[in-house]
Nanobody, 123 residues
Framework: QVQLVESGGGLVQAGGSLQLSCVAS?????????VAWYRQPPGKQRELVAA???????KYADSVKGRFTISRDNTKNLVYLQMNSVQIEDTAVYYC????????????????WGQGTQVTVSS
């Protein structure tokens, strides 16, 4: 079990930037590990925003590709989500998640979730 705590959420104007952080209670970057950011807009289902494998491969939702970047700091057990050119539609509760990959491609399972941090984009 890994405890995950998100921070960095808040109110930001459309077109602005925001960086979310997630600190883990222990290393989450071992072999076959995966870290990810999900979000849940009001009244909608939770969706994958970005993910990173232990090898550094990344995957992004089409809606955020080119605007958001997932990164990590292995020595500090930190995961970041840099959000640039934010839009009203980016308003959601953002969750940090950790799991593992299986085999080839993007087969993975999430084992642990953070409690979420609210991001609100205003016009």
């Amino acid at each position: 079990q890994v405890q995950l705590v998100e921070s960095g959420g808040g109110l930001v104007q459309a077109g602005g930037s925001l960086q979310l952080s997630c600190v883990a209670s222990r290393s989450i970057f071992s072999t076959n590990a995966l870290v990810a950011w999900y979000r849940q807009p009001p009244g909608k289902q939770r969706e994958l925003v970005a993910a990173m494998t232990s090898g550094g491969n990344t995957k992004y939702a089409d809606s955020v590709k080119g605007r958001f970047t997932i990164s990590r700091d292995n020595t500090k057990n930190l995961v970041y989500l840099q959000m640039n050119s934010v839009q009203i539609e980016d308003t959601a509760v953002y969750y940090c998640a950790a799991g593992r990959t299986y085999g080839l491609g993007w087969n993975f399972k999430i084992d642990d979730w953070g409690q979420g941090t609210q991001v609100t984009v205003s016009s």
